[in-house]
């Protein structure tokens, strides 16, 4: 159909009809339930904070949920609204690797992180578990990639994973049930703007 001039009534009701009988079928064609492994990644702003409302709609619904935050220091403001019996917060990070500057000291932050998300993986009451920046974690090479996809597939069958993070390699996208990519349009960083509380962090 043209764009050139506007749907009537009758067009507009017509394509609808045909949309919606497309989406009842795709409706219908999906059986299967389990749970998925999730990859946010891009260079744009907004991986960390997509997985966190995931993690707030989980809480919501009474899920248990788990979060380890890979490379950052301090748990995220998110943490203490959600804080309570269904959800475990741990942040394993020493902080931006450019100021840690002690590649050791990251990789062994990284293996507890990674040991510990592990007994989450094994635990089937863990509905949901947030990984956040293990794509940097990888693309740093301070986990074995191999290694990190074995423990991803042999998570609980009906537990969410998502991992958040720039640089997401293409084993992880391989693996991943749902990739998105957020990309950098425009940022106010670079137009020389501080990171503002709510915002960034």
């Known amino acids: 159909m043209s ?5 009537t009534d009758d067009e507009h009701r017509e394509a609808m009809q045909a949309l919606q009988a497309e989406m009842d079928a795709k409706i219908g064609a999906a059986k299967e339930k389990r749970g998925l492994i999730i990859v946010h990644t891009g260079d744009g702003k907004g991986k960390s904070t997509a997985a966190f409302g995931m993690l707030t709609r989980s809480v919501a619904h009474g899920r248990r949920c788990a979060v380890i935050q890979f490379i950052k220091s301090g748990a995220d403001a998110v943490e203490r609204v959600l804080r309570g019996p269904k959800l475990e917060w741990h942040s ?6 450019w100021n840690t500057q002690d590649r050791a000291a990251d990789v062994a932050r990284c293996r507890e992180g990674w040991e510990l998300a592990k007994t989450f993986f094994a635990n089937p009451e863990i509905d949901f578990v947030l990984l956040d920046e293990l794509n940097v974690v990888l693309a740093y090479d301070y986990l074995p990639k191999d290694e990190v996809i074995v423990g991803l597939k042999a998570k609980a069958p009906m537990q969410h994973v998502v991992i958040t993070g720039r640089g997401a390699p293409p084993e992880l996208i391989e693996a991943a049930d749902l990739v998105t990519e957020m990309r950098e349009i425009k940022h106010p960083f670079g137009a020389g703007v501080k990171a503002q509380v709510g915002i960034e962090f």
């Open 3 to 7: 764009s050139s001039r506007p749907q």
């Open 92 to 97: 394993v990070g020493g902080g931006f690797t």
